[in-house]
């Protein structure tokens, strides 16, 4: 950390508490890292899942959907229902 002393820009990290001593870095978290927040409550509940953690897969899903059509690799993608993304591949 001595290295990063005062460093004012964007910082992507995986939470870990020791980057928020960099107080002027904007910080921002990793989407793998946050999804595997809510794959790890979901598969802990194995009799009931949680539908909050079930909805917030499907969000991510949703994005990484996103992603790819960025970056060319899926055919067509559509809108339903506002948030909703349904991919027609």
């Given at each position: 950390m001595g290295n990063c002393k005062g460093y004012k820009g964007m910082l992507m990290s995986d939470g870990y508490s020791a980057w928020r001593t960099l107080k002027k870095a904007t910080h921002f978290g990793c989407m793998a890292h946050a999804?595997?927040?809510?794959?790890?409550?979901?598969k802990g509940q194995k009799n009931k899942p949680s539908p909050r953690a079930a909805k917030a897969l499907e969000y991510f899903q949703a994005?990484?959907?996103?992603?790819?059509?960025?970056?060319?690799?899926?055919?067509?993608?559509?809108?339903?229902?506002?948030?909703s993304i349904v991919c027609r591949c």
């Amino acid at each position: 950390m001595g290295n990063c002393k005062g460093y004012k820009g964007m910082l992507m990290s995986d939470g870990y508490s020791a980057w928020r001593t960099l107080k002027k870095a904007t910080h921002f978290g990793c989407m793998a890292h946050a999804r595997r927040m809510f794959t790890d409550v979901f598969k802990g509940q194995k009799n009931k899942p949680s539908p909050r953690a079930a909805k917030a897969l499907e969000y991510f899903q949703a994005l990484y959907q996103v992603e790819a059509l960025a970056k060319g690799k899926l055919a067509a993608i559509r809108t339903v229902c506002g948030s909703s993304i349904v991919c027609r591949c």
